[in-house]
């Protein structure tokens, strides 16, 4: 899947995203939250990256940030070999509103994304009547089209997201990120409110509909098992900071930072229910104050002198330096 003999679709490098708690009688200064912290990576064409790590490790804050929903403080985001964040970048309205219809957002919860005054036809084609690409009066084609892509029932478009099942929200939902033809679709959480079976049946139209049309994703989840599912390659997050990624087998079957470990191991093995907790000592840090050096050491069975002082460079591994990690083992 991956192509590295073109541009990447999305280049994100050292991007970061503070925010500032307010003064108060506690706090002498304005020390900033470090949600995201000098994050680098890239999604090629039709490709599948995987952003995985504990809630509240700032991975929505950076899918929120690549939408344009947060404005961050350093680094750069390239789309399409087009900058649209970072220093100097001065979007104008249209193409603003261009990048909308071609980068797509599916949340977590698939009832609370849809209006449940709207039904599905105004739903799935409210886009593309904003956008001009269809005449009201083909508003219903355009829907039992769209509502085919997804696998539901082409006849229900004048029903109400209530009337659907979990499953099927989502559908309705993934019917409208893709009914402005888009080149990324952010996936936050978007199966993790979804039963197992159901979870799978989405994932796999996921996987269908990248095919189908080219589409490029970056799953975002907590869950490593459901990411290994579907990601080419996936990126591990701690604290606002990648501190591995690499190709989807790579990081799976021969991690190599302890925390990606920690997190494979919590991943659920039949028969062994033992396995389900996760095997760390100790909270995630607030990210309003880092611990110094590298920020997983207060829970880190490997922690070394110089981990509590230093944080450590990103170092490449495999045959093309695919690999990345960040830890002073290597
Ligand atoms: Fe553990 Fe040190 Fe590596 Fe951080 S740098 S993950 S503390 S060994």
Redesign the pocket.
């Known amino acids: 899947m991956e192509n590295t003999s073109i541009a990447p679709l999305l280049d994100v490098r050292n991007l970061a995203t503070w925010f500032y708690m307010p003064k108060n009688l506690f706090s002498r200064k304005n020390d900033p939250i470090r949600a995201v912290d000098r994050v680098s990576f890239f999604i090629n064409q039709k490709e599948t990256l995987g952003l995985v790590g504990e809630s509240g490790c700032g991975k929505t804050t950076l899918g929120r940030t690549i939408l344009g929903l947060e404005t961050p403080v350093d680094g750069e985001i390239i789309f399409s070999g087009k900058k649209i964040a970072g220093a100097g970048t001065a979007l104008k309205a249209k193409d603003e509103k261009n990048l909308r219809k071609r980068m797509q957002v599916v949340f977590q919860d698939p009832l609370s994304s849809l209006n449940p005054r709207m039904n599905v036809m105004d739903i799935v084609t409210e886009g593309l009547l904003e956008f001009k690409m269809i005449k009201k009066k083909e508003r219903a084609d355009a829907a039992r089209r769209l509502m085919g892509v997804v696998g539901l029932d082409k006849d229900a478009i004048y029903r109400f997201p209530h009337e659907f099942s979990g499953g099927q929200r989502q559908r309705i939902n993934v019917a409208r990120a893709i009914s402005l033809n888009p080149k990324l679709i952010i996936c936050d959480e978007a199966v993790s409110a979804l039963d197992v079976s159901v979870q799978a049946q989405v994932i796999n139209l996921f996987s269908d509909l990248r095919e189908k049309y080219g589409l490029s994703y970056l799953f975002i989840s907590h869950d490593l098992s459901v990411v290994s599912n579907i990601a080419d390659r996936i990126a591990v997050m701690y604290l606002g900071r990648i501190?591995e990624q690499g190709r989807c087998e790579d990081v799976i079957f021969s991690p190599m930072?302890?925390?990606t470990r920690a997190l494979i191991d919590a991943v659920p093995v039949a028969g062994k229910e033992k396995q389900q907790k996760m095997p760390l000592s100790g909270d995630v840090p607030s990210p309003l104050s880092p611990p110094p050096g590298?920020t997983?050491?207060p829970r880190?069975p490997?922690?070394?002198d110089v981990?509590r002082k230093t944080f450590?460079d990103v170092v490449s591994s495999g045959v093309i330096g695919e690999h990345r990690v960040a830890?002073?083992?290597y």
């Open positions: 501190v930072h302890p925390y590298c997983f050491h880190c490997k922690a070394m981990c450590p830890c002073h083992l």
